[in-house]
């Protein structure tokens, strides 16, 4: 592992280090460990106990959400992501979530369903995957054979979707089983129910397509279902408005995307989680329109936001009150102890991009956490001193 950077944060954030409740949930920070594909899992996308050993690392995050796992077979689109439809799989995040528990965290399973994203050799049967239209995106699946050019998935018959919200609702009730503290229903960057939101991967004429009121069904009655099962206050919803993840579009998103929130507002989510970079961070457009004021008008729940946030951009948007929970995605991956960072004011370890996807424990559990070098030490108080 390389060593800390030296890049001293110099603002030592105060209301992200503040409790909350989201739903039922007591945090005890504002600072989300955001879902992050780690490509790790057994035979059997199963949850192994090194990820156990990863998550239990984070657990002084506010509230970790696990890595996207899909819900049903046909759901998969990547090698060794876990699961959460066998009793297998159940009982591997069991050991996951007991890990976290036993740590003083709280942590929530990211339910995912990929859609077009996969690839017949990932399907049951080599079937095509699924999508709500034949709409090719762009690029390559990542196969467990190497790359392979995306195929043109198969169209949902109308009477075939009630059986794919039956799946998230399976899913949900497996997470229950397996002792999670809630679920986050994964609608972003370009997946399932993402490809139901946005007008360029939904051409439907059925009640699931055309008008925005039947694009955001699809997302409404998998969040019913789910919801359904957990009770009101422990799910929530992830969406990426303005993400071009996995050849996206859409040709109004605030519109879409204030939709959608409105659709969600009285469901009793925990929360709304919404992916739009922030200015100065590498996935920042700025041709792409804002979404977030629309959305925080639409939806009355906790917001959490997230992309290229640091301690002081975090700090900045809470307090502008544009959000109440920020949440950090490759800062957690490479500092396990990034709330304690925080709070003292410590440098950060770099991450380690070769080791994000795949891989043993290199890149994954060896991130140190942080020891304050001697001469950062007051000899006088023996705490590390804070920059000014
Ligand atoms: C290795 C890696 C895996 C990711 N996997 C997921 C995922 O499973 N689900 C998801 O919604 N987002 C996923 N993301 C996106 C992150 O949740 C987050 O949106 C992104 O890293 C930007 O936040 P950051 O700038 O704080 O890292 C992943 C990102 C990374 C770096």
Redesign the pocket.
């Known amino acids: 592992m390389k060593p800390a950077l030296d890049r001293r944060i110099t603002t030592i954030p105060r209301l992200l280090l503040t409790p909350t409740t989201v739903g039922v949930l007591r945090l005890p920070n504002r600072m989300v460990m955001?879902?992050?594909?780690?490509n790790r899992a057994g035979a059997g996308n199963v949850p192994t106990p090194l990820m156990a050993t990863y998550y239990r690392q984070r657990a002084s995050a506010g509230l970790i959400v696990t890595?996207?796992t899909q819900v049903a077979p046909e759901g998969l689109g990547y090698p060794d992501t876990p699961g959460i439809h066998t009793d297998e799989q159940v009982a591997g995040w069991q050991h996951v979530v007991r890990a976290v528990h036993a740590a003083g965290g709280r942590i929530v399973l990211?339910l995912?369903h990929v859609g077009r994203i996969s690839h017949p050799s990932m399907q049951p049967g080599g079937a095509l995957p699924v999508a709500p239209s034949a709409v090719k995106p762009a690029g390559q699946a990542v196969t467990p054979r190497g790359r392979a050019p995306f195929v043109t998935p198969r169209a949902l018959e109308t009477h075939e979707i009630p059986r794919v919200v039956a799946q998230f609702a399976d899913a949900a009730r497996r997470a229950k089983q397996a002792g999670f503290d809630g679920v986050e229903i994964?609608g972003?960057?370009g997946y399932l129910i993402d490809q139901f939101l946005r007008d360029a991967t939904n051409h439907r004429s059925d009640r699931y397509g055309g008008s925005l009121v039947n694009r955001v069904r699809f997302l409404r009655e998998v969040a019913e279902a789910v919801v359904g099962v957990w009770g009101e206050g422990r799910v929530g919803v992830?969406l990426?408005p303005t993400s071009s993840l996995n050849d996206m579009r859409d040709s109004d998103p605030v519109q879409t995307f204030s939709g959608a929130a409105r659709a969600l507002a009285s469901l009793g989510l925990s929360y709304l989680h919404v992916?739009e970079?922030v200015p100065g961070?590498r996935?920042f457009d700025p041709s792409a329109p804002r979404t977030l004021a629309a959305i925080r008008a639409a939806f009355h729940g906790a917001l959490v936001v997230?992309?290229?946030?640091t301690a002081s951009t975090a700090e900045a948007a809470l307090a502008r009150r544009e959000a109440d929970l920020v949440?950090?995605?490759?800062?957690f991956?490479a500092n396990p102890d990034l709330v304690e960072r925080f709070r003292l004011g410590a440098p950060l370890n770099e991450p380690d991009r070769l080791t994000?996807?795949g891989g043993d424990a290199r890149g994954y559990t060896d991130y140190p956490t942080y020891r304050p070098a001697a001469e950062d030490v007051d000899a006088t108080t023996r705490k590390r001193r804070v920059p000014a």
């Open positions: 955001a879902p992050m594909t780690r890595e996207a990211q995912w994964h972003a960057n992830r990426s992916v970079p961070s996935a997230n992309s290229g946030f949440s950090f995605g490759v800062l991956l994000f996807y």
